[in-house]
């Protein structure tokens, strides 16, 4: 990759360009880069292999390979304990949590990063200070409001709180993301004549989406691991949550670790997958100046 | 563009309303409830008290320092361990090697996982009849010893090396996303200087990322302050209370006790601390001072 940057002025010229290719394999590259990587390759994967083994191992088995495979385990949770309900519910939470902060947050994000308003710093103040909020201590007074709203036992109530709480920080991504689309794109489409909106959806939104996937997928992971929010707010079964229904599981299938694996990894594999796709995303988009606001 | 409308505004609303019914109303209304005795069980008793939880939990309650206490171990040793290991993780993925997209995609997949999901997958790997150390013994490495989550010798470092599993990728992340923002030509313009890959380690790595690193670290002790999920169920603050954090005391008094009361005094303490030591670290760190 070409930099065009200036460079510093202090610097020498530089040498007649030197040759491209290192002139040995760098032993030491086996020490510091591969060696290190191994070992948390390893730390990473064994514990989620642990998981697959007792997820597909007969049970009474103890051999560290699940062969032959079994699918008991899955149908133990999601038709006998319910993972199949909790998993629905899950869905939909994570997707209406996803589709309301990602809207909410262009939105919010695009005021911030094109117009100049009164109140604007306070605004930014009061987002940042929200994330001193921890959300276990609030579940006192959320009770309370949920209460009187008749939104207990209910998957929009979830939506909502998911929301609340994830909105801040994806506005303040999202607004920086705004600032890096040029803002003399939007200009000169509203110079030919599109209005202000035309011009956003026209030449912003575009370019926004490796944003949205970013902030959205942000969003869709957090709601789908919420656990407090949903314990407290959710007492009835047909609307418990995955992680709500893994942590009755965690006591009541003490001894039954191959319906506790099989439950993780239903709760495991849509995530991680989502992220394994986005985390690129992620990583450009930070890089791109998001973190510094 | 300068422009005087309502438009800003109206598409700030949704999330204004949003933050004043669920954030700023209810942290109105736990100030209040901590000047209260409030008990769901005893209504009878409610009523306004002034500042009498504050003294108890000062002065009577040895649960409230001991958790303090615990809390503020947990998020130095978590905050330290995980910045200095997503360092090391972000610089390695940083260089150029064969199969370096798996390689990102796999160490960074713990960040997806939910508090509740990395208990069950460590509970699976400790447990004392099928875990991973009783497996080692078979092979003969080590002790098969009993459950690490119930010895009051072992229950600290199984939950540090549980939550680290799930912390360092966040870490990881951020600081490569940062890393790969500084100039090739600063590397290069160095490497014609003469600099070895310490003194480049040290003269351009760290400092640009040192913004970053406040930031990151910042974010990271509030939310390892605030975390519950993974304590709750791990550990659910045992052996005797010795793993119980401030917020997990509080969540505690709220779901068991239900001392609404004493609970909130507990909040604005964690408040208070919270942003105390926040406003410190920004000052001590010289935050955004960096032109």
Same mark, same amino acid.
């Given at each position: 990759?070409?930099?065009?940057?200036?460079?510093?002025?202090?610097?020498?010229?530089?040498?007649?360009?030197?040759?491209?290719?290192?002139?040995?394999?760098?032993?030491?590259?086996?020490?510091?880069?591969?060696?290190?990587?191994?070992?948390?390759?390893?730390?990473?994967?064994?514990?989620?292999?642990?998981?697959?083994?007792?997820?597909?191992?007969?049970?009474?088995?103890?051999?560290?390979?699940?062969?032959?495979?079994?699918?008991?385990?899955?149908?133990?949770?999601?038709?006998?304990?319910?993972?199949?309900?909790?998993?629905?519910?899950?869905?939909?939470?994570?997707?209406?949590?996803?589709?309301?902060?990602?809207?909410?947050?262009?939105?919010?994000?695009?005021?911030?990063?094109?117009?100049?308003?009164?109140?604007?710093?306070?605004?930014?103040?009061?987002?940042?200070?929200?994330?001193?909020?921890?959300?276990?201590?609030?579940?006192?007074?959320?009770?309370?409001?949920?209460?009187?709203?008749?939104?207990?036992?209910?998957?929009?109530?979830?939506?909502?709180?998911?929301?609340? @709480?994830?909105?801040?920080?994806?506005?303040?991504?999202?607004? /920086?993301? =705004?600032?890096? +689309? &040029? #803002?003399? $794109?939007?200009? *000169?489409?509203?110079?030919?004549?599109?209005?202000?909106?035309?011009?956003?959806?026209?030449?912003?939104?575009?370019?926004?989406?490796?944003?949205?996937?970013?902030?959205?997928?942000?969003?869709?992971?957090?709601?789908?691991?919420?656990?407090?929010?949903?314990?407290?707010?959710?007492?009835?079964?047909?609307?418990?949550?995955?992680?709500?229904?893994?942590?009755?599981?965690?006591?009541? @299938?003490?001894?039954?670790?191959?319906?506790?694996?099989?439950? /993780?990894? =239903?709760?495991? +594999? &849509? #995530?991680? $997958?989502?992220? *394994?796709?986005?985390?690129?995303?992620?990583?450009?988009?930070?890089?791109?100046?998001?973190?510094?606001? | 563009?300068?422009?005087?409308?309502?438009?800003?505004?109206?598409?700030?609303?949704?999330?204004?309303?949003?933050?004043?019914?669920?954030?700023?109303?209810?942290?109105?209304?736990?100030?209040?409830?901590?000047?209260?005795?409030?008990?769901?069980?005893?209504?009878?008793?409610?009523?306004?008290?002034?500042?009498?939880?504050?003294?108890?939990?000062?002065?009577?309650?040895?649960?409230?320092?001991?958790?303090?206490?615990?809390?503020?171990?947990?998020?130095?040793?978590?905050?330290?361990?995980?910045?200095?290991?997503?360092?090391?993780?972000?610089?390695?993925?940083?260089?150029?090697?064969?199969?370096?997209?798996?390689?990102?995609?796999?160490?960074?997949?713990?960040?997806?996982?939910?508090?509740?999901?990395?208990?069950?997958?460590?509970?699976?790997?400790?447990?004392?009849?099928?875990?991973?150390?009783?497996?080692?013994?078979?092979?003969?490495?080590?002790?098969?010893?009993?459950?690490?989550?119930?010895?009051?010798?072992?229950?600290?470092?199984?939950?540090?090396?549980?939550?680290?599993?799930?912390?360092?990728?966040?870490?990881?992340?951020?600081?490569?996303?940062?890393?790969?923002?500084?100039?090739?030509?600063?590397?290069?313009?160095?490497?014609?200087?003469?600099?070895?890959?310490?003194?480049?380690?040290?003269?351009?790595?760290?400092?640009?990322?040192?913004?970053?690193?406040?930031?990151?670290?910042?974010?990271?002790?509030?939310?390892?302050?605030?975390?519950?999920?993974?304590?709750?169920?791990?550990?659910?603050?045992?052996?005797?209370?010795?793993?119980?954090?401030?917020?997990?005391?509080?969540?505690?008094?709220?779901?068991?006790?239900?001392?609404?009361?004493?609970?909130?005094?507990?909040?604005?303490?964690?408040?208070?601390?919270?942003?105390?030591?926040?406003?410190?670290?920004?000052?001590?760190?010289?935050?955004?001072?960096?032109?």
């Amino acid at each position: 990759m070409t930099q065009t940057l200036t460079r510093p002025a202090t610097t020498v010229v530089p040498p007649p360009a030197p040759p491209r290719r290192r002139k040995h394999r760098d032993p030491s590259r086996y020490f510091r880069l591969h060696l290190p990587l191994v070992l948390y390759l390893l730390f990473t994967l064994i514990p989620f292999y642990w998981m697959l083994v007792f997820a597909f191992r007969p049970t009474g088995r103890t051999s560290l390979v699940p062969w032959p495979i079994t699918f008991e385990h899955f149908d133990t949770v999601w038709n006998g304990v319910g993972f199949g309900v909790f998993f629905q519910n899950s869905l939909i939470i994570g997707v209406g949590t996803l589709v309301v902060v990602t809207v909410f947050a262009l939105m919010g994000g695009y005021a911030l990063a094109r117009f100049k308003f009164r109140g604007q710093r306070v605004f930014l103040l009061a987002l940042l200070c929200t994330q001193f909020i921890p959300g276990a201590m609030m579940l006192i007074p959320l009770f309370v409001i949920f209460k009187s709203a008749g939104l207990l036992n209910s998957l929009t109530g979830l939506v909502i709180a998911d929301t609340a @709480f994830q909105l801040p920080l994806a506005l303040i991504l999202m607004s /920086g993301f =705004v600032r890096n +689309v &040029p #803002v003399e $794109l939007e200009e *000169a489409a509203m110079v030919d004549g599109c209005s202000r909106l035309r011009a956003f959806f026209a030449v912003t939104l575009p370019q926004l989406k490796p944003a949205i996937v970013a902030v959205g997928s942000f969003a869709f992971i957090g709601a789908w691991n919420n656990f407090l929010f949903a314990l407290m707010f959710a007492s009835r079964q047909d609307k418990f949550t995955l992680p709500v229904g893994l942590s009755y599981a965690l006591g009541e @299938f003490n001894t039954d670790f191959g319906a506790l694996a099989a439950g /993780g990894v =239903v709760a495991a +594999v &849509p #995530v991680v $997958l989502v992220f *394994a796709v986005v985390q690129r995303f992620l990583v450009q988009g930070l890089s791109a100046g998001a973190v510094k606001g | 563009m300068r422009t005087r409308t309502w438009a800003p505004y109206a598409l700030i609303a949704p999330t204004l309303v949003l933050m004043a019914v669920f954030l700023v109303y209810p942290i109105a209304s736990v100030g209040w409830f901590s000047l209260r005795q409030h008990t769901v069980t005893q209504p009878w008793k409610n009523g306004f008290i002034g500042f009498e939880n504050f003294r108890r939990m000062l002065f009577e309650d040895q649960l409230f320092w001991q958790s303090l206490a615990f809390s503020a171990k947990w998020v130095v040793v978590e905050v330290g361990l995980q910045l200095v290991l997503g360092l090391v993780l972000a610089l390695i993925v940083n260089e150029t090697f064969v199969g370096r997209a798996i390689a990102r995609a796999l160490v960074f997949s713990p960040w997806a996982v939910s508090g509740v999901l990395t208990t069950g997958i460590w509970i699976l790997l400790y447990n004392p009849s099928t875990g991973i150390f009783q497996q080692l013994a078979q092979w003969g490495i080590g002790d098969p010893g009993t459950s690490v989550l119930g010895d009051p010798a072992t229950v600290f470092p199984a939950t540090v090396i549980t939550e680290l599993w799930r912390g360092v990728p966040f870490f990881a992340i951020l600081l490569l996303a940062d890393l790969q923002s500084i100039p090739n030509d600063l590397y290069e313009a160095a490497s014609v200087d003469g600099a070895g890959r310490w003194r480049k380690f040290v003269s351009i790595t760290l400092p640009h990322l040192r913004d970053a690193i406040v930031l990151s670290t910042l974010l990271r002790a509030v939310w390892e302050f605030n975390n519950v999920d993974l304590i709750y169920t791990l550990t659910g603050g045992g052996p005797a209370n010795q793993t119980t954090t401030l917020p997990l005391y509080v969540a505690r008094k709220a779901v068991d006790s239900h001392d609404f009361g004493y609970g909130s005094a507990l909040t604005m303490a964690g408040f208070v601390i919270l942003l105390f030591f926040s406003i410190l670290y920004l000052r001590l760190s010289k935050f955004g001072s960096r032109e």
